[in-house]
C-alpha cells in the first residue's frame, strides 16, 4: 500500500497497531464498535477533535485567531455547523483548519496508544487517514468502503442533510481509489449491518488475533485473501 508519511511511533509499542478508516457513512463506526467488543483499545479521532477544540483549549483559540468569532458560539464554544458551512464548500479554508487541528489529534493519540501496554490492539478510527497522510504510521490499515448512493441516502435519511451537503461532505474527503491504495484490508459494506458485523470479526479472527494468521505486508498478492463467500472481505494487494 501506498505509505505518504512515516510518523513517530510511540516508545511503548502495542502488539499490533490498527488505522481505521473509510469515507463517511459508509460504516466505519460499526467496525470500530465491533473491534471493541473483541477486546480492541479504541481510539477515536473525531472524540479527540473535540477534545482539542473544547472551551478553552489552545486549540479552539487557534481556529478563533485563524476564523473570527463567526465560528464561536455565544457560550464560548465552537460552531460546528458554521465551521462546516465554511471548510466543506472551500478547500483553502478546510487545509487552514487541519492544519491546526490533525498535529494536535495526532499528538493526543500518540500518548494514548503509548499508554496502552505491550500486550494491547489499539485500534484508532481516523475518518481522515489518508488525507493527513498517516497510513505509515499503523501495522494494519482497515478501509470500510460502501456504494456511494447508499452513502448519501444514510447521511440525509439518518442524519438529516442535504444532498448537496451530503455530496459536499464526500467530495471533501479522499477518494475511493485513494483509500484502497493505503489498505491493507479492504471491507466492503454492499450489504446489511449483519453482514458488515461478520465480516469485521473474520478481519479481527484471520488478522488481529493472536491466535490468527495475521498480516505480512511483504505477502504476495492475494496470500491473506479470506475466502470468496465473503464478499464484504479481501485483503487489498492490487
Do not use: C
Request: charged share 30%.
Amino acid at each position: 500500500p501506498a505509505v505518504t508519511e512515516n510518523a513517530a511511533r510511540p516508545a511503548t509499542r502495542p502488539r499490533l497497531h490498527v488505522g481505521l478508516t473509510g469515507g463517511i457513512a459508509a460504516g466505519k463506526s460499526t467496525v470500530a464498535q465491533v473491534f471493541a467488543e473483541r477486546g480492541a483499545i479504541l481510539v477515536d479521532a473525531d472524540q479527540i477533535a473535540r477534545d482539542v477544540l473544547a472551551e478553552g483549549t489552545e486549540g479552539l483559540a487557534a481556529v478563533q485567531d485563524e476564523f473570527g468569532d463567526r465560528v464561536i458560539t455565544s457560550e464560548g464554544e465552537l460552531d460546528r455547523a458554521a465551521m462546516a458551512e465554511i471548510v466543506f464548500t472551500d478547500p483553502a479554508a478546510r487545509d487552514r483548519l487541519n492544519r491546526i487541528v490533525h498535529p494536535r489529534i495526532r499528538a493526543f493519540g500518540r500518548r494514548l496508544v503509548a499508554e496502552a501496554g505491550p500486550d494491547a490492539v489499539v485500534v484508532q478510527d481516523v475518518p481522515l487517514l489518508v488525507e493527513s497522510g498517516q497510513a505509515g504510521a499503523y501495522d494494519l490499515v482497515v478501509v470500510v468502503e460502501a456504494p456511494m448512493q447508499e452513502r448519501i441516502r444514510r447521511m440525509v435519511e439518518d442524519r438529516g442533510m442535504t444532498v448537496e451537503d451530503a455530496q459536499n461532505r464526500i467530495a471533501a474527503q479522499a477518494s475511493d481509489e485513494e483509500r484502497r491504495k493505503a489498505a491493507h484490508v479492504l471491507l466492503v459494506n454492499d450489504a446489511d449491518l449483519d453482514a458488515l458485523k461478520r465480516a469485521a470479526n473474520k478481519v479481527w479472527d484471520r488478522f488481529i488475533a493472536p491466535d490468527g494468521d495475521g498480516f505480512d505486508p511483504e505477502s504476495t498478492q492475494g496470500r491473506d485473501e479470506p475466502d470468496a463467500d465473503h464478499r464484504e472481505t479481501r485483503d487489498q494487494g492490487e
